[in-house]
């Protein structure tokens, strides 16, 4: 049987001192025989040597727990030769790294091994770890879309690989770390020969080239000898020590996936849209670049990447987000999905997203973040074929949107007047931010005030209209509503609505005729209180003084295709017990019903927005709805 260190069981070798522990084996002779203080001297030092080294491989078999008695040791602490630690007595820390017998591979030589792999030099790389829990075996190739895809190569739990060693895992753990301790002592030869078997059964010769072995952190003594057995039996790729090419703790398999997120991406990795064409409508995917070819991350690094998508035509649904290696063909084949995320855009919106890639063939949606509203967690499965062949056909744009109000600029109180011309800059604002072109909507307006009895050619004419606001940009009508200003009303009848009519009558005439056979959809919205007035006199309903009947000019604006709705705040609750009074309000009432025959909104419960979405001419797919966001806008 072979001499072994009393100390850590090391086989000798013939040195002074022992290459593990650094017990002095051999030393000068002496003459004379020893005496009984010598043996009890030496016997003491040797049985601290034992107990320290006991504690220590204990240390690292308890992860971290007092391996003192009663302190979290568990069995462990009663094994150990010398008992548990006293209190006050100091654990040992493990030794330094060894440096081992080969150089170990920085990042260059990490990026050597990846290289040698993607560039098919080598078929498949195979990752060697002895770990507390057995012999980690990852085999890594290169998967579709170029992806470097690692899969377990044979792993072996040390239970059924060195029966020798304690079934109990914290004994087994503290005879791998080196410990002796009061059990049967773990033979190294015999581990070592017990390794090598495994090792002739389970590497093939065809695998002899394209190992890569991580190195444990030192202190665990029969790790290392592991390790120096596949050193020593096959020409490594490359070496990689814990605690620095990978880090120090962790499963294997996220160690070597450590190592691949280093490796260049092979394709581009892409987030699949579909862009709608400007003239034509139709609808085709698109792919656009998120990493390009070539990327490639220092270890530890992660790259960002921004993208603006935009919401379709249709009600808020989540939207897909397919990530993939390549681009695909027009038929959806040809790109290998990596994940699909999901996010909910409003139509005609936008948002704002951030991916983040990790490695070749990890990219994540970092915002919005997962959980945020309106996103959903990755999936890794996508059917991009199906995608592509159910996307909509077309998108069917609306007509473009010519809007003209009428603003009843006399009221029983400014604030009145304010109310409506405020309620008209705010909904022309809001169309016109619904408008990304600005093309899709024109916006005009006509002010009116309350008549005004012309007596002799000596006395001033009031202003009885605004200067009329053709359709235009939405900035010139907004300009021209900043310098009306409301004035009194004298009477609760009626106002002069009739001549805002006929002067919208003009404004459409010259508009269409301008347009041509252009697709405009033309609306007019009264905002208004009071009815207009009638062109005679009828009861306490005062008569125009320029003879305007409102009713022919209403019937050429519906002729020539317009819109008429109302915004408007008649008087109402029960009819006044007078006979004028009664009549009066029953004209307001069939004047109200003619003019909202297309359309009425209410002051309070419709709100400029409320009536910019109905006014809105609705956008159309030909097809089914778009699963996909889109990479432009679509106005």
Known sequence: ???????????????????????????????????????????????AAEHAWDVRAAA?????????????GGPVADVLRGGPPRPGEKVPSPP????????????????????ELLGRHVEELLFIEFTPEGVQVIKVSVGEGGIPRHTDGGSTEWRSLAPALDAREDIRRFQLAGGIGTLPPVGRTE?????????????????????????????????????????GAYPLRAELRRGHAVAADGPTPDAVGEVLRTAPLLADHTLLLARADRLTGAVRPHSHVLFPAGSRLAPGETATAEVVVHGGVGPPAPLLLPV??????????????????????????????RFVLRGPGEVDLVAPAAGAP??????????????????????????????????????AQQAETEERLAFVRDLITALARQDGSGAAFRAGAVGHYDHAVHENLYTSRRTLLQAPVPAGPPHTTLAALAGWRPAQRTQDMASSLEDALKALVQLVTGAAGATGAEDVRR???????????????????????????????????RAAGVQVMTR??????????????????????????????DGAFRPGTDSAADVARALAPPWRLEGPDCRLAFAAPLI
């Open 191 to 231: 581990f070592d020969a017990t390794v090598r078997r495994w090792l002739r059964a389970y590497i093939p010769p065809s695998r002899e080239r394209s190992l890569v072995l991580l190195t444990p952190r030192g202190g665990w003594v029969l790790l290392e000898r592991a390790a120096a057995i596949v050193r």
């Open 523 to 557: 609306v007019v919205l009264i905002v208004a209180r009071r009815p207009p007035g009638l062109p005679e006199q009828r009861g306490i309903v005062p008569a125009c003084p320029l003879g305007v009947d409102w009713q022919p000019a209403l019937d050429r604006l």
């Open 374 to 411: 309106g996103t959903q967690g990755r999936r890794s499965a996508v059917d991009v074929p199906g995608l592509v062949r159910r996307l909509p056909r077309r998108v069917i744009r609306p007509p473009r949107l010519e809007l003209l109000c009428t603003v009843e600029l006399s009221g």
């Open 568 to 597: 408007a705040d008649p008087v109402t609750g029960p009819l006044p017990y007078d006979h004028p009074g009664a009549a009066a309000r029953r004209y307001a009432d069939a004047a109200w019903a003619a003019l909202s025959a």
């Open 60 to 72: 690292l078999a308890v992860r971290g727990a007092d391996v003192r008695d009663g302190g979290g």
């Open 324 to 353: 993939l290696a390549g681009a695909p063909a027009a038929d959806g084949t040809g790109a290998v999905p990596l994940a699909v995320h999901q996010v909910t855009v409003g139509p005609l919106e936008q948002a704002r997203l």
């Open 1 to 47: 049987m072979d001499q072994a260190c009393p100390v850590c069981g090391n086989p000798e070798q013939g040195t002074e001192f022992c290459a593990v522990c650094a017990w002095l084996l051999h030393d000068d002779p002496v003459l004379g025989d020893l005496t009984e203080e010598d043996v009890r001297r030496a016997a003491s030092a040797l049985r």
């Open 96 to 115: 330094e790294d060894s440096p081992g017998n080969m150089p170990e591979a920085g990042a260059a030589g990490c990026r050597d091994i990846l290289d």
